[in-house]
C-alpha cells in the first residue's frame, strides 16, 4: 500500500461522510467496501489533514467519525 493508494481510501472514506456524518467505523466500512487497514490508513490521512473528529462510540466498542 503506496501513499496514493491511501489518499484514493481517504477520498472514498470523505465521500461516505460527506452523504451520512457522524458515522461509525462500521457504517463507513460498509458503505465503502475498504479492507480493515485500508479504512483505517484512510482516518489516519484524514485525522493528520485535520479534516475528522474521531470519538469513541458509548459502548467502546467502535468509533463515530464526523468530518470537519
Do not use: C, H
Not at 501513499?3 to 466500512?29: C, H, M, R, Y
Amino acid at each position: 500500500m503506496n501513499a496514493e493508494k491511501i489518499g484514493t481510501f481517504a477520498g472514498q472514506v470523505w465521500n461516505a461522510l460527506n452523504e451520512a456524518n457522524p458515522s461509525t467505523t462500521k457504517d463507513v466500512k460498509k458503505a465503502t467496501k475498504l479492507k480493515d487497514k485500508e479504512l483505517y490508513a484512510a482516518i489516519g490521512w484524514l485525522a493528520r489533514e485535520d479534516k475528522l473528529d474521531i470519538e469513541a462510540t458509548e459502548d467502546g466498542k467502535d468509533l463515530t467519525l464526523t468530518l470537519k
